[in-house]
């Protein structure tokens, strides 16, 4: 049985229930309550990907005690997510964030995060407990939004604890999921990332980030630059256009199928590598696990919310 954990933070989602929304865009009366994240939806798709039989799937992050940080928990659970790892720290809260539409119907994002339990995830104590758990894992994932919430010597525990992963064989996954706002600038997230890049074995990043953060001029460039850095296998996402594989056997491009009525891309990349990683941590190649990503989130794009319902 393979194991896989997927670091993170997860949020309380609010949003408004637009039948009860009051005038103004900030709305009034009800809300929607949800939860999101970028690294859970991860280990939700990679959960769901996997048959029962051939692997675990473990989310790690800090909540609090409070109903809220309960109920994700069970929801967690009802996933068949191994919660085992979650530390729950006294009188710490979720982050939250409202998703706020517009006349027009374009949706901003509004957050409360900057004091989340999340972000104490790799505090001294709790990083050693995390680390002697972790090191056997076959694959352990984290992203770009997981870094830029860790304060310096969070990002130094959590790269122990890869250090510790590869060097037992285990494989380390990444996202940059670059969100400038989440960094005090460009020079501290790529400061932040070129530390960790020398563990990661598989890069998954979509490339209008890299582009953003890095200038590259097209998806061959985003790889270069990754292989230079030491990632041996990289798959970069671009939206409708061909994934691109790059490993050692050369570089190939893997088409996306046409989705006929796109409803919600909320997720569209997390969806993808949590179907991509499933399918590495069982053993096909780089090819079907992008086949299967596709598959995926296409699914994912046609339907409203990040977490679309279970089938079948
Ligand atoms: P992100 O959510 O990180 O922005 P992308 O937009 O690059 O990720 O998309 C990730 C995956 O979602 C793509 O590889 C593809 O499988 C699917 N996807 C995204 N947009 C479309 C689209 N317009 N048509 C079909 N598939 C899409």
């Excluded at 972000?119 to 972790?134: K, M, Y």
Aim: hydrophobic content about 45%; charged content about 25%.
């Amino acid at each position: 049985m393979k194991r896989m954990a997927s670091i993170g933070e997860c949020m309380i989602e609010l949003s408004g229930a637009t039948a009860d929304a009051g005038p103004g865009p900030a709305g009034e009366g009800q809300m929607r309550r949800g939860f999101g994240g970028d690294t859970l939806n991860v280990a939700v798709y990679a959960r769901r990907a996997l048959p029962a039989d051939a692997g675990a799937v473990a989310y790690v992050t800090s909540l609090g005690e409070d109903p809220f940080s309960a109920d994700m928990l069970a929801a967690w659970g009802d996933e068949g997510i191994d919660v085992g790892l979650v530390d729950r720290m006294p009188g710490r809260l979720p982050g939250l964030y409202v998703i706020v539409t517009d006349a027009g119907g374009e949706r901003s994002f509004l957050y409360w995060r900057s004091a989340s339990a999340a972000r104490e995830t790799f505090r001294a104590d709790n990083a050693e407990r995390l680390s002697a758990a972790l090191r056997d894992y076959d694959l352990v994932y984290f992203s770009g939004i997981t870094l830029a919430i860790l304060d310096g010597d969070g990002r130094a525990r959590l790269l122990d604890v890869l250090r510790e992963v590869r060097g037992r064989g285990g494989l380390v996954a990444f996202d940059g999921n670059y969100r400038p706002r989440l960094w005090h600038g460009p020079d501290e997230a790529r400061f932040a990332v070129s530390a960790i890049l020398p563990y990661v074995s598989i890069a998954l990043p979509t490339f209008e980030d890299e582009a953003a953060l890095y200038g590259d001029a097209d998806a061959h460039a985003t790889a270069d630059r990754l292989h230079a850095l030491g990632v041996g296998e990289i798959a970069v996402k671009q939206g409708p256009r061909p994934v691109l594989l790059s490993g050692p056997d050369g570089r190939e491009e893997v088409a996306v199928p046409p989705v006929a009525r796109i409803v919600d891309t909320t997720a569209a990349g997390d969806s993808f590598n949590g179907a991509y990683l499933a399918a590495r941590l069982t053993g096909l190649p780089p090819r079907e696990a992008a086949v299967r990503g596709n598959a995926t989130a296409g699914r994912v794009i046609g339907l409203r919310g990040a977490i679309i319902p279970r089938e079948g």
